[in-house]
C-alpha cells in the first residue's frame, strides 16, 4: 500500500492562479520530499522538508509539514503553463527495523491554462 | 554536473526473453535507487544500494528480477524472464546519502509483447 496519498488527483487552473496540492502519509516519517514530473521525463526534485521543519520556499514554491496530522502541502503560486505536470509527494517513513524506504503517492495531475 | 544516466532509453522484447538496464548515478552519490513506474502511478522502490550493499529490496521480484551495484559506482537491473505484466519505465535514481534528496534518470520505457 502506498504511503502517501495526494489530493486532489487531477487540477485544472488558469494562469496566474495559485496551486494547491496536498499529501497525506500514515506513519512517521524522516522527511518529505515534492517532485515533478513532466509527461515521458523523469523526476524532477522541488522541495525536501524535514520531520522538525514545518514550512519551506523555494521561488513560487511553499511546501509545509503537519506531523501531527500526517500531511502536507504544496503551494505553488502565479502559476504558468509550463508548471503543467504531475506532482508526487514521497515520504521515507521510520519502519520496525530501524530503516525506511521512499514511498511515492500516484500524484496530482496540474494542468495550468494560458 | 551530469544527472543520472540510464540506458537504454527505450526496450522493446517479446515475453520470456531476457533484459538489462544500466544507470551511472551522479558522482559521489552513495546511495542508488532502482523504481518502476507504471502508466498514471507514482514510482515504486525495487532496490535501494548503501555503496555496494544491497538493502531495502523487499518489492523486487526475486524469481526473475536481478540486481547488482559493482564497485559502488554504476549499476544493472536484469529481468530474466520478462512477462507481460513487466512493461513499465524503470527508474534510476542515486542521492548523496538516504537522508538527502533524490536525483532521477530519464528512465528506460519498456514495452513486452
Known amino acids: 500500500s502506498q504511503q502517501g496519498e495526494e489530493d486532489p488527483q487531477a487540477l485544472s487552473i488558469q494562469e496566474g492562479e495559485n496551486a494547491t496540492m496536498n499529501c497525506s502519509y500514515k506513519?512517521?516519517?524522516?522527511?518529505l520530499q515534492w517532485y515533478r514530473q513532466n509527461s515521458g521525463r523523469g523526476l524532477v526534485h522541488l522541495i525536501l522538508i524535514r520531520s522538525n521543519e514545518r514550512e519551506k520556499h523555494s521561488g513560487r514554491l511553499r511546501v509545509t509539514l503537519d506531523t501531527s496530522k500526517k500531511s502536507s502541502s504544496l503551494l505553488i503560486t502565479a502559476s504558468r503553463a509550463a508548471d503543467t505536470a504531475s506532482y508526487f509527494c514521497?515520504?521515507?517513513?521510520?519502519?520496525?527495523?530501524?530503516?525506511?524506504?521512499?514511498?511515492f503517492g500516484a500524484g496530482t495531475r496540474l494542468f495550468v491554462k494560458a | 554536473e551530469a544527472g543520472v544516466v540510464q540506458s537504454p532509453r527505450y526496450k522493446i522484447i517479446e515475453k520470456k526473453q531476457p533484459v538489462a538496464f544500466w544507470c551511472n548515478p551522479i558522482s559521489g552519490h552513495n546511495t542508488l535507487y532502482w523504481y518502476r513506474q507504471n502508466l498514471g502511478q507514482g514510482p515504486e522502490l525495487l532496490i535501494r544500494y548503501e555503496n555496494e550493499e544491497a538493502v531495502d529490496d523487499s518489492q523486487l521480484p526475486k524469481d526473475r528480477f536481478s540486481a547488482e551495484r559493482l564497485k559502488g559506482v554504476d549499476s544493472t537491473l536484469k529481468i530474466q524472464p520478462a512477462e507481460l505484466g513487466d512493461s513499465a519505465v524503470y527508474l534510476c535514481a542515486s542521492s548523496l546519502d538516504r537522508y538527502n534528496e533524490q536525483f532521477f534518470g530519464p528512465g528506460t520505457r519498456l514495452t513486452v509483447l
Open positions: 506513519t512517521s516519517i524522516n522527511n
Open positions: 514521497a515520504t521515507d517513513p521510520l519502519i520496525n527495523t530501524g530503516g525506511f524506504k521512499t514511498i
